[in-house]
């Protein structure tokens, strides 16, 4: 799931590499990183959110594949990397007038709400993408029990049978 959300909503990364293979408490890895050499400067509200729709997708994939009662309890990474997300949308202001401030004694109820309900919309929209390309979802999925491991030309390969180009590298 993953790996086909960071090619639908991250179209300018590049993945490096895809496993199944158990690693410490991961059991896999996706590895991609912004196909642009040079510093990106800030991101975009856009950006951030297409961020968030990755960082969900793990969870979104398990749910719209295997179903609400056969959920893992996540790879902590994912986790903490959606919490970091929310976190930062939450103190640079894009819950309106919510946030734009450092909240060291804790954040307010209503923008904890705002941040669970930015969740609950990007794990809503992820799941719908990889339902709408539940295929390549499948076939990824299949080639991956078969060889546990893809590395860049191969993934590109892949994907590039979907439409979905992975972007050279540029400055």
């Not at 690693?23 to 590895?31: I, P, R, Y």
């Not at 959110?49 to 594949?65: K, M, P, Q, S, T």
């Not at 930062?88 to 705002?114: C, D, K, W």
Request: glycine share 8%; net charge neutral.
């Amino acid at each position: 799931g993953i790996a086909v959300a960071v090619r639908l909503f991250l179209p300018g990364d590049r993945i490096a590499r895809i496993s199944i293979v158990r690693q410490g408490l991961s059991w896999g890895d996706v590895a991609h990183f912004s196909a642009r050499e040079s510093f990106q400067g800030l991101r975009t509200s856009v950006q951030i959110v297409n961020r968030l729709r990755v960082a969900v997708a793990g969870r979104a994939a398990e749910i719209e594949f295997l179903g609400l009662g056969s959920q893992t309890l996540g790879d902590y990474r994912q986790i903490d990397r959606v919490r970091n997300i929310l976190n930062s949308m939450a103190v640079t202001g894009m819950f309106g007038h919510l946030g734009g401030s450092l909240y060291i004694n804790g954040m307010p109820r209503e923008l904890v709400s705002a941040m669970e309900e930015a969740y609950q919309k990007a794990l809503l929209e992820t799941r719908a993408a990889l339902r709408e390309n539940q295929h390549i979802v499948t076939a990824l999925k299949q080639l991956l029990m078969e060889r546990e491991e893809l590395v860049a030309d191969e993934i590109r390969a892949f994907f590039d049978q979907y439409g979905l180009h992975t972007p050279e590298p540029s400055l």
